[in-house]
Nanobody, 121 residues
Framework: QVQLVESGGGLVQAGGSLRLSCAASGSWFRINAMRWYRQAPGKQRELVAAITSAGSTNYADSVKGRFTISRNNARDTVYLQMNSLKPEDTAIYYC???????????????WGQGTQVTVSS
């Protein structure tokens, strides 16, 4: 069974930094794209950043220049370095990965349990 486990959330003052990690465990044929989403109270979940297995990245306009997504394929882990944090970055951050299981040709979406990030003004 595939699991994604996030860590690194917490409370930080505006202008500060946090680094989120998400480690995948289990068995699979391949992990494709890995992504970070976030959901603030009363808002829809939104894509923050994504990275392909080859390392290509894309970001939401609201975090460009402040957040950096990276991955360590040997450790099956994706990271989100968040700098210059703003109160509007406050949300639950979720890790997502497109994974092809061992016995399927299809890719499936897996989600972590989420980690709270709170930025105080």
């Amino acid at each position: 069974q595939v699991q994604l486990v996030e860590s690194g959330g917490g409370l930080v003052q505006a202008g500060g930094s946090l680094r989120l990690s998400c480690a995948a465990s289990g068995s699979w044929f391949r992990i494709n794209a890995m992504r970070w989403y976030r959901q603030a109270p009363g808002k829809q979940r939104e894509l923050v950043a994504a990275i392909t297995s080859a390392g290509s990245t894309n970001y939401a306009d609201s975090v460009k220049g402040r957040f950096t997504i990276s991955r360590n394929n040997a450790r099956d882990t994706v990271y989100l370095q968040m700098n210059s944090l703003k109160p509007e970055d406050t949300a639950i951050y979720y890790c997502n990965a497109g994974i092809r299981p061992l016995v399927s040709l299809n890719e499936y979406d897996y989600w972590g349990q989420g980690t709270q990030v709170t930025v105080s003004s």
